[in-house]
Nanobody, 116 residues
């Protein structure tokens, strides 16, 4: 069974930084792409970033390019999302997701709140 556990959210002032972690079990992050999504209050869930190919392949949504960095650690089987220069618009619940064996598996989400 694939399980993902996201953590690292919190309250931060605009311009600050947070690092989210997603601990994965049931599959290897070296062999499978892991994605980060977020859902702001009253809005639909949107893709933020993803990492694959042992960390060599990354993708970012336009609004976070240059501020967020995604990485993976195959030894810890964990994916990270380093978020810098945070903006109030980044306030959301952040989720990690894997697509494996024909289905999506989601972590439980971690809340990021950015104050102005």
């Amino acid at each position: 069974e694939v399980q993902l556990q996201a953590s690292g959210g919190g309250l931060v002032q605009a311009g600050g930084s947070l690092r989210l972690s997603c601990v994965v079990s049931g599959l290897s992050v070296d062999e499978n792409a892991i994605s980060w999504f977020r859902q702001a209050p009253g809005k639909e869930r949107e893709g933020v970033s993803c990492v694959g190919n042992r960390g060599r392949s990354t993708h970012y949504e336009d609004s976070v390019k240059g501020r967020f960095a995604v990485s993976s650690d195959g030894v810890k089987n964990t994916v990270y999302l380093q978020m810098n220069n945070l903006e109030p618009e980044d306030t959301a619940v952040y989720y990690c997701k894997a697509f494996y064996a024909g289905r999506d598996s989601w972590g439980q989400g971690t809340l990021v709140t950015v104050s102005s």
